[in-house]
């Protein structure tokens, strides 16, 4: 599991789940699942997932 802080400032999870098909992420929010889907639709939706994702990807440019 990968824990992120939001653009919010709370607290959220991803599970990433590698199989033969691919990987399927399932996103968590206060202990509700909050999204599940693939990495592309997860950012493409534009919800907590995306915004984790661009959180931490200001630390890699």
Known sequence: MRKDIDAEGGAGGAFECHAPGGVTVA??????????GSHEQL???????ARMQEAQAQYYQ
């Open 27 to 36: 996103v968590f929010d206060n202990g509700a699942l909050v999204e599940y």
């Open 43 to 49: 950012v493409r939706a534009g919800k907590l997932y």
